[in-house]
Protein backbone atom coordinates (compact mmCIF):
# COMPACT_ATOMS: atom_id res chain seq x y z
CA UNK A 1 0.00 0.00 0.00
CA UNK A 2 1.65 3.48 -1.29
CA UNK A 3 1.38 6.63 1.30
CA UNK A 4 -1.85 8.33 0.22
CA UNK A 5 -3.77 5.19 -0.02
CA UNK A 6 -2.33 4.74 3.70
CA UNK A 7 -3.20 8.18 4.80
CA UNK A 8 -6.76 8.02 3.05
CA UNK A 9 -7.51 4.99 4.93
CA UNK A 10 -6.12 6.40 8.04
CA UNK A 11 -8.64 9.46 7.71
CA UNK A 12 -11.63 7.29 6.99
CA UNK A 13 -11.32 5.28 9.81
CA UNK A 14 -10.68 8.25 12.12
CA UNK A 15 -14.07 9.79 11.06
CA UNK A 16 -15.80 6.54 11.66
CA UNK A 17 -14.69 6.10 14.98
CA UNK A 18 -15.35 9.78 16.19
CA UNK A 19 -18.84 9.31 14.56
CA UNK A 20 -19.29 6.60 16.96
CA UNK A 21 -17.89 8.12 19.42
CA UNK A 22 -20.07 11.12 19.10
CA UNK A 23 -23.38 8.71 18.93
CA UNK A 24 -22.58 6.76 21.81
CA UNK A 25 -21.99 9.96 24.18
CA UNK A 26 -24.95 11.64 22.87
CA UNK A 27 -27.03 8.18 24.02
CA UNK A 28 -25.10 8.19 27.37
CA UNK A 29 -26.38 11.53 28.14
CA UNK A 30 -30.07 11.50 26.91
CA UNK A 31 -30.68 8.24 29.19
CA UNK A 32 -28.54 10.04 32.18
CA UNK A 33 -30.78 13.07 31.89
CA UNK A 34 -33.91 11.21 31.79
CA UNK A 35 -33.65 9.37 34.30
CA UNK A 36 -32.65 12.50 36.61
CA UNK A 37 -35.82 14.80 35.32
CA UNK A 38 -39.29 13.28 37.15
CA UNK A 39 -41.62 15.12 35.11
CA UNK A 40 -45.38 15.56 36.19
CA UNK A 41 -47.90 16.41 34.09
CA UNK A 42 -49.85 19.82 34.91
CA UNK A 43 -52.50 21.76 33.75
CA UNK A 44 -51.75 25.45 31.65
CA UNK A 45 -53.89 27.88 29.85
CA UNK A 46 -53.89 26.87 25.99
CA UNK A 47 -55.05 30.08 24.80
CA UNK A 48 -55.77 33.70 27.25
CA UNK A 49 -58.78 33.29 29.12
CA UNK A 50 -60.83 36.34 30.64
CA UNK A 51 -62.01 36.63 33.74
CA UNK A 52 -65.38 35.03 34.45
CA UNK A 53 -64.59 32.69 31.23
CA UNK A 54 -65.98 28.89 31.73
CA UNK A 55 -62.97 26.37 31.07
CA UNK A 56 -63.69 23.60 28.24
CA UNK A 57 -61.07 20.94 26.43
CA UNK A 58 -59.79 23.54 23.88
CA UNK A 59 -58.79 26.06 26.95
CA UNK A 60 -56.31 24.06 28.46
CA UNK A 61 -53.44 21.54 27.83
CA UNK A 62 -51.33 19.72 30.50
CA UNK A 63 -47.42 19.91 30.32
CA UNK A 64 -44.40 18.49 32.22
CA UNK A 65 -43.53 20.04 35.14
CA UNK A 66 -40.53 19.58 37.17
CA UNK A 67 -41.64 17.21 40.34
CA UNK A 68 -39.24 19.60 42.83
CA UNK A 69 -40.82 22.51 41.72
CA UNK A 70 -44.33 22.00 41.79
CA UNK A 71 -46.67 25.40 42.61
CA UNK A 72 -49.09 25.61 45.01
CA UNK A 73 -52.80 24.53 44.01
CA UNK A 74 -51.52 22.87 40.65
CA UNK A 75 -54.39 20.94 38.97
CA UNK A 76 -53.04 17.55 37.02
CA UNK A 77 -56.29 16.38 35.69
CA UNK A 78 -57.53 18.35 32.59
CA UNK A 79 -61.08 16.84 32.66
CA UNK A 80 -61.74 17.99 36.33
CA UNK A 81 -61.42 21.46 35.05
CA UNK A 82 -64.23 21.16 32.63
CA UNK A 83 -66.91 23.99 33.48
CA UNK A 84 -64.50 25.34 36.19
CA UNK A 85 -64.79 28.91 36.15
CA UNK A 86 -62.01 31.68 36.07
CA UNK A 87 -61.42 34.39 38.86
CA UNK A 88 -58.28 35.69 37.58
CA UNK A 89 -57.48 36.88 33.59
CA UNK A 90 -55.36 33.82 32.60
CA UNK A 91 -52.49 34.41 29.51
CA UNK A 92 -51.94 31.43 27.32
CA UNK A 93 -48.86 29.58 28.85
CA UNK A 94 -50.20 30.13 32.23
CA UNK A 95 -50.16 27.54 34.98
CA UNK A 96 -53.73 26.52 36.12
CA UNK A 97 -54.17 26.70 39.77
CA UNK A 98 -56.85 26.51 42.48
CA UNK A 99 -56.06 30.29 43.32
CA UNK A 100 -57.43 31.49 39.83
CA UNK A 101 -60.55 29.29 39.75
CA UNK A 102 -63.88 29.46 41.70
CA UNK A 103 -64.34 26.40 43.39
CA UNK A 104 -66.40 24.08 42.01
CA UNK A 105 -69.31 24.21 44.68
CA UNK A 106 -69.15 27.88 43.67
CA UNK A 107 -69.62 27.32 40.03
CA UNK A 108 -73.45 27.71 40.56
CA UNK A 109 -75.96 30.12 42.40
CA UNK A 110 -72.74 32.15 44.00
CA UNK A 111 -71.73 35.81 42.11
CA UNK A 112 -68.14 35.87 40.46
CA UNK A 113 -67.80 39.30 42.23
CA UNK A 114 -67.68 37.76 45.71
CA UNK A 115 -63.97 35.92 44.68
CA UNK A 116 -62.62 39.03 42.58
CA UNK A 117 -62.59 41.14 45.95
CA UNK A 118 -59.60 40.54 47.89
CA UNK A 119 -59.42 39.65 51.68
CA UNK A 120 -60.59 42.33 53.51
CA UNK A 121 -61.37 44.93 50.89
CA UNK A 122 -65.03 45.80 49.79
CA UNK A 123 -66.69 46.39 46.59
CA UNK A 124 -68.58 49.13 46.32
CA UNK A 125 -71.07 49.82 43.00
CA UNK A 126 -71.73 53.41 42.65
CA UNK A 127 -73.75 54.90 39.59
CA UNK A 128 -72.28 57.47 37.47
CA UNK A 129 -73.57 59.29 33.93
CA UNK A 130 -71.40 58.87 30.88
CA UNK A 131 -68.92 62.07 31.56
CA UNK A 132 -68.24 60.96 34.94
CA UNK A 133 -67.53 57.41 33.29
CA UNK A 134 -64.99 58.66 31.46
CA UNK A 135 -67.70 58.20 28.04
CA UNK A 136 -66.78 54.67 29.05
CA UNK A 137 -62.96 54.14 29.02
CA UNK A 138 -63.12 53.16 32.36
CA UNK A 139 -63.16 49.19 32.46
CA UNK A 140 -62.23 46.56 34.71
CA UNK A 141 -58.46 46.42 35.67
CA UNK A 142 -58.35 50.75 35.31
CA UNK A 143 -57.40 52.29 38.22
CA UNK A 144 -59.10 56.12 39.15
CA UNK A 145 -59.24 58.79 41.06
CA UNK A 146 -62.49 59.93 42.67
CA UNK A 147 -63.31 64.05 42.85
CA UNK A 148 -66.68 64.58 45.02
CA UNK A 149 -68.18 68.00 44.30
CA UNK A 150 -70.53 69.18 47.14
CA UNK A 151 -71.52 72.80 49.09
CA UNK A 152 -68.86 73.67 51.32
CA UNK A 153 -69.72 73.26 54.96
CA UNK A 154 -70.56 76.41 56.96
CA UNK A 155 -70.29 78.54 53.73
CA UNK A 156 -72.83 80.89 53.51
CA UNK A 157 -73.46 80.97 49.69
CA UNK A 158 -74.56 77.47 49.03
CA UNK A 159 -74.00 77.52 45.04
CA UNK A 160 -70.25 78.13 45.93
CA UNK A 161 -69.20 74.34 45.59
CA UNK A 162 -65.97 72.51 46.58
CA UNK A 163 -64.28 70.14 44.27
CA UNK A 164 -61.65 67.67 45.58
CA UNK A 165 -60.13 64.04 45.38
CA UNK A 166 -61.80 61.78 48.38
CA UNK A 167 -59.95 58.63 46.80
CA UNK A 168 -56.83 57.57 44.69
CA UNK A 169 -55.63 54.69 42.81
CA UNK A 170 -58.40 53.05 43.13
CA UNK A 171 -58.73 49.52 41.22
CA UNK A 172 -61.94 48.53 39.41
CA UNK A 173 -63.33 45.70 39.49
CA UNK A 174 -66.52 45.61 36.93
CA UNK A 175 -68.60 48.04 35.24
CA UNK A 176 -71.84 47.61 33.43
CA UNK A 177 -75.29 49.68 34.03
CA UNK A 178 -78.77 49.58 35.99
CA UNK A 179 -82.28 50.68 34.84
CA UNK A 180 -84.02 53.34 36.77
CA UNK A 181 -87.04 55.24 36.41
CA UNK A 182 -86.80 59.07 35.64
CA UNK A 183 -89.40 61.33 34.99
CA UNK A 184 -91.95 58.20 34.86
CA UNK A 185 -89.76 56.25 32.34
CA UNK A 186 -87.07 53.77 32.33
CA UNK A 187 -83.45 55.39 32.35
CA UNK A 188 -80.12 53.32 31.98
CA UNK A 189 -77.64 54.52 34.56
CA UNK A 190 -73.67 53.62 34.23
CA UNK A 191 -72.14 51.63 37.04
CA UNK A 192 -68.39 51.24 38.43
CA UNK A 193 -67.77 48.90 41.01
CA UNK A 194 -64.76 49.86 42.71
CA UNK A 195 -62.44 47.92 45.30
CA UNK A 196 -61.72 49.45 48.74
CA UNK A 197 -61.09 49.51 52.13
CA UNK A 198 -63.81 49.56 54.40
CA UNK A 199 -62.44 53.14 55.30
CA UNK A 200 -62.44 54.35 52.11
CA UNK A 201 -65.93 52.61 51.47
CA UNK A 202 -67.48 55.14 54.09
CA UNK A 203 -66.02 57.79 51.98
CA UNK A 204 -67.27 56.92 48.92
CA UNK A 205 -70.72 56.03 50.32
CA UNK A 206 -71.15 59.34 52.24
CA UNK A 207 -70.11 61.67 49.02
CA UNK A 208 -72.29 60.17 46.84
CA UNK A 209 -75.04 60.87 49.08
CA UNK A 210 -73.88 64.10 50.21
CA UNK A 211 -72.88 65.64 46.31
CA UNK A 212 -71.92 63.93 42.92
CA UNK A 213 -68.59 62.08 41.93
CA UNK A 214 -66.53 62.67 39.25
CA UNK A 215 -64.17 59.32 38.16
CA UNK A 216 -60.80 60.56 36.82
CA UNK A 217 -58.99 57.68 34.44
CA UNK A 218 -55.09 57.19 35.96
CA UNK A 219 -52.45 56.01 33.82
CA UNK A 220 -51.45 52.39 33.42
CA UNK A 221 -48.48 52.84 35.95
CA UNK A 222 -49.25 55.65 37.40
CA UNK A 223 -49.71 54.60 41.49
CA UNK A 224 -47.82 58.22 42.66
CA UNK A 225 -50.71 59.73 45.12
CA UNK A 226 -51.01 63.65 44.94
CA UNK A 227 -51.89 66.51 47.80
CA UNK A 228 -54.40 68.71 46.25
CA UNK A 229 -56.56 71.72 48.06
CA UNK A 230 -59.40 71.16 46.12
CA UNK A 231 -60.92 73.96 43.88
CA UNK A 232 -63.99 76.00 44.60
CA UNK A 233 -65.92 78.64 41.60
CA UNK A 234 -63.79 81.34 43.79
CA UNK A 235 -60.48 80.09 43.24
CA UNK A 236 -60.81 78.52 39.64
CA UNK A 237 -61.84 82.25 38.36
CA UNK A 238 -60.04 84.17 40.70
CA UNK A 239 -57.36 82.13 42.28
CA UNK A 240 -54.57 85.30 41.96
CA UNK A 241 -56.85 87.41 44.16
CA UNK A 242 -57.85 85.11 46.81
CA UNK A 243 -54.08 84.09 47.29
CA UNK A 244 -53.47 87.96 47.98
CA UNK A 245 -56.23 88.19 50.34
CA UNK A 246 -54.21 86.85 53.69
CA UNK A 247 -51.44 89.02 52.79
CA UNK A 248 -54.30 92.57 53.41
CA UNK A 249 -55.95 90.38 56.11
CA UNK A 250 -52.63 90.75 57.72
CA UNK A 251 -51.78 94.43 56.76
CA UNK A 252 -55.07 95.14 58.50
CA UNK A 253 -54.28 93.33 62.06
CA UNK A 254 -50.92 95.03 61.74
CA UNK A 255 -52.85 98.13 61.78
CA UNK A 256 -55.39 96.87 64.53
CA UNK A 257 -52.68 96.20 66.95
CA UNK A 258 -50.99 100.14 66.08
CA UNK A 259 -54.08 101.97 67.01
CA UNK A 260 -54.85 99.63 70.15
CA UNK A 261 -51.19 100.74 71.50
CA UNK A 262 -51.55 104.40 70.73
CA UNK A 263 -54.75 104.65 72.28
CA UNK A 264 -53.41 102.73 75.40
CA UNK A 265 -50.74 105.28 75.22
CA UNK A 266 -53.22 108.09 75.24
CA UNK A 267 -55.15 106.87 78.20
CA UNK A 268 -52.02 106.29 80.52
CA UNK A 269 -52.22 108.91 83.00
CA UNK A 270 -48.62 111.03 83.37
CA UNK A 271 -45.89 110.73 86.06
CA UNK A 272 -46.69 112.84 89.39
CA UNK A 273 -43.05 113.97 89.21
CA UNK A 274 -39.55 113.25 88.52
CA UNK A 275 -36.56 111.09 90.26
CA UNK A 276 -33.24 111.04 90.36
CA UNK A 277 -30.49 109.61 91.62
CA UNK A 278 -27.84 112.35 93.64
CA UNK A 279 -24.34 110.58 94.76
CA UNK A 280 -22.39 112.74 96.99
CA UNK A 281 -18.64 110.57 97.23
CA UNK A 282 -19.46 107.11 98.39
CA UNK A 283 -22.96 108.31 99.42
CA UNK A 284 -25.92 107.62 96.82
CA UNK A 285 -29.35 109.27 97.29
CA UNK A 286 -32.51 109.30 95.85
CA UNK A 287 -34.76 112.63 95.33
CA UNK A 288 -38.34 112.93 93.94
CA UNK A 289 -39.26 117.00 92.13
CA UNK A 290 -42.87 117.93 90.88
CA UNK A 291 -43.49 117.96 87.20
CA UNK A 292 -43.35 122.11 86.11
Request: charged residues 20%; glycine residues 8%.
Amino acid sequence: MNRPNAITVATITAILFAGFAAVTVYSYLKREAGKGFQGVAIATAATDIPVGARLDGHMVKLVSWPKESLPAGYLADARALQGRVAVRPLAAGDLVTEQKLMPPNGASGSSIMAYLVPPGHRAVTVAVNEVAGVAGFITPQSRVDVVLTTPQPGAADKEDNISKVILQNIPVLASGQITEQKDGKPAVLPTVTLDLVPDDAEKLIVGAKRGSLQLLLRNAVDVASVDTGGATVSTALGGRQRAAAPAVRAVHKVTQIRRVVMLQAKAAPPPAGYQMEIIKGAAKTTGEFPRE
